[in-house]
């Protein structure tokens, strides 16, 4: 007996090993949720907001390196899902979207709610399609899955409000067959490559995540070419940990002087798995050699002196073959920056120290940018760090909560990383986490929550609440938009619109139904997290954190230092009322 356009896509959705669908219900979709209620494996949960089910599936798809999915209804329903779909797209992780349609009859008639989808979804998608008949399926579809994971990328499916309860003429099977690729560099190239690394005084490596599976294969070609290795924020998981003792953290706004010194201090420049987009962060006359599976990311960030179209592990073991034996190599260089990097952790760590304000040097700054003595950042993402699981997943909102989870929680052991970190959308952290949470009840998932994030999505705390997911709200909750802050005043701009006029976030999820906990005082803050983290269910933990931190970027220039003190005398001028 044929079956229907909805039951069709959602037995390949089983078979595809997809465990949750996520959207908000309506109209054209009903015939897809109907065939989700009643398929065993398969489970809606239903958001919100359509934003925040984008990028649950992204997340989920990021986590699994499986499809994620999600559905929008009709015009407004699948507009809400572009952001977090952008997300996807940005992430480069494959997500099948269902959009619905009005019925194929109104189709250009600007009926009620029409909107062009495959025109909506032209620039985020690798695919898109409109169902016009039944007997599409499952071609279609198989169409939209392969590309979506073969481009690692969104494929949007759009069905009318009168297909998707359809039969099909000619019913069967959908085939989603679809192997890994692993390609490697031609051996001339790589010979080229191997040659400028022996004949390099000082090599510094830049990894991403794209060497993430070959941790290994790169840990071994640092200790043979003695060289520091600076993480992106991606490569945070899979790198970091004390059995990694070339790493020496991030470079960019978020990173550190010790990062910023060894690209700088180097001769050649070799990035592994990365397209570190941010081009005032590239030192200027390196040689640069340059590993990518994809051949358009080859030098449209830095000149290259030689590209290598490969995955990063088969490359580096064909490199390894190649290279000098190594054991002559000055190891000054990479000694250096090691010992830059742990005297820089070493006053990190001082910050972070709840006592740090109540010792000589901490009254004496916090006086000036603590005075009415908030919990410090530092303090509360160390915290976090010491007392989550080693097999947390973490997700952080664009802003500040992202700067104090890169440079104070560790990603050792199986604990993973999300955030939207190529589209740096505010408001990803929650969702995320949702999607997270999702793929595994039991594990533990905590998001680094700005205040301006989450109060945009607050809404979809309710869908943590209804479906019971236990996760761990941190919120950094400085009544600003903190890096919006950090750039007016780093221009020599007072900040202006930044201030945030928050509610009590712990009231908020209280009456929600979820537990609340605020935290004003710097000296309740350990016990906090660890209520937290030991209270069963979703819990928000509300820290009224210092808005005047200041995180010292990695190479800080005399112009933002002069532009910063000039914010901060137009500001005091401007509290005296003139």
């Known amino acids: 007996m044929s079956r229907t356009v909805a039951r069709v896509i959602v037995d390949a959705l089983r078979e595809l090993d997809v465990h949750q669908v996520f959207g908000v219900v309506g109209d054209a979709l009903n015939p897809v949720t109907e065939a989700i209620r009643t398929t065993e494996g398969v489970e809606w949960v239903g958001c919100r907001h359509e934003e925040a089910a984008a990028f649950a599936a992204s997340a989920q798809s990021q986590l699994s390196g499986r499809l994620g999915v999600c559905m929008g209804t009709v015009g407004p ?63 279609m579809l198989e169409t939209a899955v392969r590309n979506a994971l073969g481009h690692k990328g969104v494929a949007v499916l759009t069905v009318p409000a009168d297909i998707g309860d359809r039969k099909l003429g000619t019913d069967r099977r959908a085939r989603f067959s679809i192997g890994p690729a692993v390609t490697r560099p031609e051996e001339s190239a790589t010979r080229e490559a191997a040659g400028l690394l022996d004949r390099a005084g000082r090599v510094t490596l830049l990894v991403g995540r794209g060497a993430r599976a070959s941790r290994t294969d790169v840990l071994a070609l640092a200790d043979r070419l003695a060289a520091p290795m600076v993480l992106t924020l991606k490569a945070k998981e899979g790198f970091e940990g004390a059995d990694n003792p070339y790493q020496v953290g991030q470079t960019g706004l978020i990173g550190n002087p010790a990062a910023a010194s060894a690209l700088h201090d180097a001769d050649t420049l070799l990035l592994l798995g990365t397209d570190f987009p941010y081009r005032e962060w590239y030192p200027e006359g390196k040689s640069v050699i340059q590993v990518d599976t994809e051949p358009t990311h080859i030098g449209r960030r830095v000149p290259v002196e030689t590209g290598l179209v490969g995955d990063v592990g088969a490359t580096v073991r064909d490199l390894l073959k190649h290279l000098g034996a190594g054991s002559d190599r000055d190891r000054g260089h990479l000694d250096h920056a090691r010992k830059h990097f742990e005297t820089w952790r070493e006053g990190q760590a001082a910050l972070a120290d709840p006592e740090h304000d109540k010792r000589a040097a901490g009254r004496a700054r916090s006086a000036l940018d603590n005075p009415e003595h908030g919990v410090r950042p530092e303090a509360l993402a160390a915290a976090v760090d010491r007392l989550a699981a080693d097999d947390a997943v973490f997700t952080s909102d664009t802003g500040m909560a992202t700067v104090w989870l890169s440079r104070f929680v560790e990603m050792r052991g199986a604990r993973r990383l999300l955030g939207s970190y190529n589209l740096g959308s505010m408001a990803n952290a929650m969702p995320h986490a949702l999607g997270a949470q999702c793929l595994d009840r039991e594990r533990q998932v905590v998001a680094f929550c700005g205040d301006g994030g989450l109060s945009m999505l607050l809404g979809d705390l309710m869908t943590l609440k209804t479906n019971e997911l236990p996760v761990k709200l941190v919120v950094f909750d400085n009544r600003r938009l903190g890096m919006v802050k950090l750039e007016q005043e780093q221009v020599g701009l007072p900040e202006f619109g930044t201030v945030l006029d928050n509610p009590d976030f712990a009231a908020v999820a209280t009456a929600m139904g979820i537990t609340g906990i605020r935290v004003t005082d710097p000296a309740d803050l350990e016990d906090a997290v660890q209520r937290a983290f030991s209270t069963p269910g979703p819990v928000l933990l509300d820290v009224l954190t210092n808005p005047d931190e200041i995180a010292v970027p990695a190479k800080p220039t005399v112009e933002q230092g002069w532009g910063f003190a000039v914010a901060k005398v137009k500001e005091i001028v401007r509290g005296h009322g003139e």
């Open 77 to 139: 329903g699948s507009i809400h899902l572009l952001n977090g779909l952008y997300d996807a797209a940005k992430s480069r992780t494959p997500v099948l979207v269902i959009a619905g349609q009005v019925p194929l009859a109104d189709v250009g008639s600007d009926a009620f709610q029409e909107v062009d989808n495959d025109a909506l979804f032209s620039d985020v998608a690798v695919f898109r399609a409109t169902l016009s008949s039944p007997d599409q399926l499952p071609q």
